[in-house]
Nanobody, 127 residues
């Protein structure tokens, strides 16, 4: 049984930092492209960042470029999202998701075709 579990969310002031973690079990971690998504209240879920199965290719959406860094540790079956210079508009529930690598391009995380999702971790940024 595949399990995806996010952690690391919390309440921080604008300008602060957080590191989210996503631990995955029940699958071969290195066979999956991994992504972070977020959903703010009243808004559609959006992709934040995506990382290839090899860990060598990344993609970031414009609002987070230069502030967020995605990475993975294969030894720990864990995906990370380092978030710096946080803004109130980053407030959202953050989700981790996985898609089998042959179903997508190298660092492409298609929201509606991801195979597995976590339950999310809340990030709240105060102004």
């Amino acid at each position: 049984q595949v399990q995806v579990a996010e952690s690391g969310g919390g309440l921080v002031q604008a300008g602060g930092s957080l590191r989210l973690s996503c631990t995955v079990s029940g699958l071969t971690f290195d066979d999956y492209v991994m992504g972070w998504f977020r959903q703010a209240p009243g808004k559609e879920r959006e992709e934040v960042s995506c990382l290839s199965a090899s860990g060598t290719l990344t993609s970031y959406k414009t609002p987070v470029k230069g502030r967020f860094t995605i990475s993975r540790d294969s030894a720990k079956n864990t995906l990370y999202l380092q978030m710096n210079s946080l803004k109130p508009e980053d407030t959202a529930m953050y989700y981790c998701a996985a898609i089998y690598r042959v179903k997508t391009a190298l660092a492409v995380c298609p929201d509606r075709r991801m195979d597995y999702w976590g339950k999310g971790t809340q990030v709240t940024i105060s102004s």
